[in-house]
């Protein structure tokens, strides 16, 4: 059967979302700089709006980590395929993901970067699907609380297909 994606979070919601959310992270860190890192490959797209909105002196880094195969249940394997670029001891870390899922790849990753002492530490997320929750992460901030679907676009795949999709959509007639 064909795949068919629903809009179930539009380009101009998510925007004005993720300018809140950038505008709420340069009050808190007014006189401090901050140092992003981003969780390839899907959170680049919610990475880049959200650093383009933040005025306070912005830094970024990546790293990567698979815990999905092709198809839209987590494998529950977390791997680390790419690690930072450079030290974060002493800076003001957020992580920036794009969805948080059963908490598996982010309390995994939360634990590897406390340990390299950042100066401050928190986590956001673009979205947040809490009915599938197996491990809890502590968020400071989620730009949207949705429902158990799988979603794609702005930065989400479906078997690395519709990361460049402007907006957020339920794709159905997938196994
Ligand atoms: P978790 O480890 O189960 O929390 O899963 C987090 C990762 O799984 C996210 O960073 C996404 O890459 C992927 N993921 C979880 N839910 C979805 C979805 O609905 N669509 C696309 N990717 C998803
Ligand atoms: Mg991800």
Not at 20 to 39: D, N, W
Not at 145 to 168: M, S, T, W
Request: hydrophobic share 40%; charged share 25%; proline share 3%.
């Amino acid at each position: 059967m064909q795949e068919e994606i629903e809009v179930l979070i539009s380009e101009e919601k998510l925007n004005a979302r993720i300018k809140e959310m950038a505008e709420e992270i340069s009050r808190k860190y007014t006189g401090r700089q901050v140092h992003l890192i981003g969780i390839l490959k899907g959170s680049v797209f919610f990475l880049c709006e959200l650093a383009k909105h933040i005025t306070v002196p912005v830094t970024m880094d990546f790293i990567s980590v698979s815990s999905y195969g092709d198809g839209t249940k987590s494998s529950g394997i977390v791997k680390f395929n790419k690690d930072l670029d450079e030290s974060i001891e002493g800076k003001n870390v957020i992580i920036v993901e794009d969805i948080l899922d059963s908490g598996r790849t982010l309390s995994y990753v939360c634990k590897i970067m406390q340990d390299r002492k950042p100066a401050s530490f928190e986590v956001i997320t673009l979205l947040d699907k809490p009915d599938r929750r197996v491990i809890p992460v502590e968020l400071s901030m989620t730009g949207f609380v949705i429902p158990d679907e799988f979603i794609v676009g702005y930065g989400l795949d479906y078997a690395q297909k519709y990361r460049n999709l402007p907006y957020i959509g339920v794709i159905s007639n997938v196994d």
